[in-house]
């Protein structure tokens, strides 16, 4: 009997590919007949994790139970789950209702039980007429239909999904997103989705769980995920918004772009930095920018029409860039008034004031950290070996276009814009640390860089416990 509320239980994943770790320390519990979807960028690991659950893949570490029972050795055939990929891997040679009855004659079921079960899940994918049509003949989203139609026909108590819909056009995209959250309604089973489409995810799902970089980043409703994403990550990816440095100065009170706000925010600190969101939608322009009432002054920049709105880069007074989304078309290169409300403004601890390494004296001005050897300001004590905690501003690393030019190399994984900045996360090619940059120059996710740091940016601590 499974004693916990939840199908599916994931505790504490792991999986590397070589040196680069894929899944890192992943926990997830489902609840039974719930829409999950897994959302992330290109790369963060949200296929692994599907066929970690489907048993595709082996974990290093950690376990899957399935209904309360560890599944870790369990192999893909006796999970009672189903997989759909993004290629329908149909068989060309069976037509529709052949390639649905496969499973089922493999399990030597009665031809009439067949018959039955078949005929039912083609109505529930809407493809009651097709059933003796070749499957080469059927549209992308008609053989879609069919590659789902084969999984459940097994009647999984799991179905998982993995961007089954990302080879079709827009159209049939928002089609099939419909009908797949009819069919999990009615079909009551659990679902667990993979996208990097986060219109995709906040439509269809109950529970959204944002992943980046092997690690899961939040788990949430869509509304929630939207209002009060944890981390800027999660904000610049679910939806536009315009995320920027602030300064907590009290309860309900925070400073940015050199304005003070109210807020509705309390016990985050007094003058604590945090970071702050506001949606696009959520900024209200004025025409006229000496209207009493506005609480910043600007320009609009850009003005794009996009079918139901406008949207806007208006440039404040004081050089922050801000997309803003309104009904009414401002023109390129009016002066306006703009209002932020209290509500509006979602404010967020930071995770991280500046980057901390740990390294090892090299000898009295040189140490071992990232990989490479920086030469740093003299440290009279050190003979080499100490143990040391290195820490660096943001703005004091340096990315070198010529990586020759810089102590070690590292890629760029996330860039953030900030509003008068960019804030980066690059990873260290060899040691995979990450490494967190604030620059004024424009690069590109997967750009190859060099790491430079000033010795005089670099702030030693010895460690205490260090002989
Ligand atoms: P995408 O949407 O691009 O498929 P994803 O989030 O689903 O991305 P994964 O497919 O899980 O990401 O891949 C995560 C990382 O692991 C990628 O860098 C990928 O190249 C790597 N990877 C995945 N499978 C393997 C494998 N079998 N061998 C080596 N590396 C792998």
Same mark, same amino acid.
């Given at each position: 009997?499974?004693?916990?509320?939840?199908?599916? *239980?994931?505790?504490?994943?792991?999986?590397?590919?070589?040196?680069?770790?894929?899944?890192?320390?992943?926990?997830?519990?489902?609840?039974?007949?719930?829409?999950?979807?897994? +959302?992330?960028?290109?790369?963060?690991?949200?296929?692994?994790?599907?066929?970690?659950?489907?048993?595709?893949?082996? &974990?290093?570490?950690?376990?899957? %139970?399935?209904?309360?029972?560890?599944?870790?050795?369990?192999? &893909?055939?006796?999970?009672? +789950?189903?997989?759909?990929?993004?290629?329908? #891997?149909?068989? &060309?040679?069976?037509?529709?209702?052949?390639?649905?009855?496969?499973?089922?004659?493999?399990?030597?079921?009665?031809?009439?039980?067949?018959?039955?079960?078949?005929?039912?899940?083609?109505?529930?994918?809407?493809?009651?007429?097709?059933?003796?049509?070749?499957? *080469?003949?059927?549209?992308?989203?008609?053989?879609?239909?069919?590659?789902? #139609?084969?999984?459940?026909?097994?009647?999984?108590?799991?179905?998982?999904?993995?961007?089954?819909?990302?080879?079709?056009?827009?159209?049939?995209?928002?089609?099939?997103?419909?009908?797949?959250?009819?069919?999990?309604?009615?079909?009551?089973?659990?679902?667990?989705?993979?996208?990097?489409?986060?219109?995709?995810?906040?439509?269809?799902?109950?529970?959204?769980?944002?992943?980046?970089?092997?690690?899961?980043?939040?788990?949430?409703?869509?509304?929630?995920?939207?209002?009060?994403?944890?981390?800027?990550?999660?904000?610049?990816?679910?939806?536009?918004?315009?995320?920027?440095?602030?300064?907590?100065?009290?309860?309900?009170?925070?400073?940015?772009?050199?304005?003070?706000?109210?807020?509705?925010?309390?016990?985050?600190?007094?003058?604590?930095?945090?970071?702050?969101?506001?949606?696009?939608?959520?900024?209200?322009?004025?025409?006229?920018?000496?209207?009493?009432?506005?609480?910043?002054?600007?320009?609009?920049?850009?003005?794009?029409?996009?079918?139901?709105?406008?949207?806007?880069?208006?440039?404040?007074?004081?050089?922050?860039?801000?997309?803003?989304?309104?009904?009414?078309?401002? &023109?390129?290169?009016?002066?306006?008034?703009?209002?932020?409300?209290?509500?509006?403004?979602?404010?967020?601890?930071?995770?991280?004031? %500046?980057?901390?390494?740990?390294?090892?004296?090299?000898?009295?001005? %040189?140490?071992?950290?990232?990989?490479?050897?920086?030469?740093?300001?003299?440290?009279?004590?050190?003979?080499?070996?100490?143990?040391?905690?290195?820490?660096?501003?943001?703005?004091?690393?340096?990315?070198?276009?010529?990586?020759?030019?810089?102590?070690?190399?590292?890629?760029?994984?996330?860039?953030?814009?900030?509003?008068?900045?960019?804030?980066?996360?690059?990873?260290?090619?060899?040691?995979?640390?990450?490494?967190?940059?604030?620059?004024?120059?424009?690069?590109?996710?997967?750009?190859?860089?060099?790491?430079?740091?000033?010795?005089?940016?670099?702030?030693?601590?010895?460690?205490?416990?260090?002989?």
């Amino acid at each position: 009997m499974n004693k916990s509320n939840f199908i599916i *239980e994931l505790k504490n994943i792991t999986k590397s590919f070589g040196n680069k770790v894929v899944l890192d320390n992943v926990s997830l519990n489902v609840k039974k007949g719930e829409f999950v979807t897994i +959302l992330g960028p290109s790369g963060c690991g949200k296929t692994t994790l599907l066929r970690s659950i489907a048993g595709f893949v082996t &974990p290093d570490e950690g376990q899957i %139970h399935l209904n309360g029972e560890l599944i870790n050795d369990v192999p &893909p055939y006796e999970r009672q +789950l189903n997989t759909v990929f993004q290629r329908y #891997a149909l068989f &060309p040679h069976l037509n529709v209702y052949e390639n649905i009855a496969f499973g089922l004659k493999l399990q030597n079921l009665p031809k009439d039980e067949i018959e039955k079960r078949v005929r039912k899940v083609l109505k529930l994918v809407s493809m009651s007429d097709y059933e003796w049509r070749d499957v *080469e003949s059927l549209s992308g989203g008609q053989q879609q239909r069919v590659a789902i #139609a084969r999984a459940i026909v097994n009647r999984p108590q799991v179905l998982l999904l993995d961007e089954p819909l990302a080879a079709l056009d827009l159209k049939m995209r928002h089609d099939m997103q419909m009908e797949l959250k009819e069919m999990h309604k009615n079909l009551g089973i659990t679902f667990i989705y993979v996208t990097h489409d986060q219109e995709e995810a906040l439509t269809l799902s109950d529970t959204i769980v944002v992943m980046n970089d092997g690690v899961i980043q939040q788990v949430g409703t869509p509304i929630d995920i939207y209002n009060e994403p944890v981390n800027p990550f999660v904000a610049d990816f679910i939806g536009e918004s315009n995320i920027l440095n602030a300064t907590m100065i009290e309860d309900r009170k925070v400073e940015f772009m050199n304005h003070e706000f109210e807020c509705v925010d309390e016990n985050m600190g007094v003058n604590a930095p945090v970071d702050v969101v506001v949606r696009p939608e959520d900024i209200y322009i004025l025409p006229d920018k000496d209207n009493p009432a506005a609480m910043l002054t600007g320009k609009v920049m850009t003005s794009i029409f996009k079918g139901v709105h406008y949207e806007m880069t208006v440039v404040t007074d004081d050089g922050y860039e801000l997309m803003i989304q309104d009904y009414n078309c401002f &023109p390129v290169g009016s002066e306006v008034g703009l209002i932020i409300r209290p509500n509006d403004i979602h404010v967020m601890k930071k995770v991280r004031l %500046h980057n901390t390494f740990s390294g090892t004296m090299a000898d009295s001005t %040189h140490v071992k950290m990232l990989g490479g050897v920086f030469e740093c300001k003299e440290q009279s004590w050190a003979e080499g070996g100490e143990e040391v905690e290195v820490t660096v501003a943001f703005k004091a690393v340096d990315m070198m276009d010529d990586t020759e030019d810089g102590t070690v190399d590292a890629d760029v994984q996330v860039i953030l814009y900030m509003g008068n900045h960019y804030h980066l996360r690059i990873r260290t090619l060899e040691t995979r640390e990450p490494v967190f940059v604030d620059t004024n120059d424009i690069w590109d996710e997967g750009d190859i860089v060099g790491i430079k740091i000033l010795p005089k940016d670099i702030k030693i601590k010895k460690l205490e416990n260090e002989a």
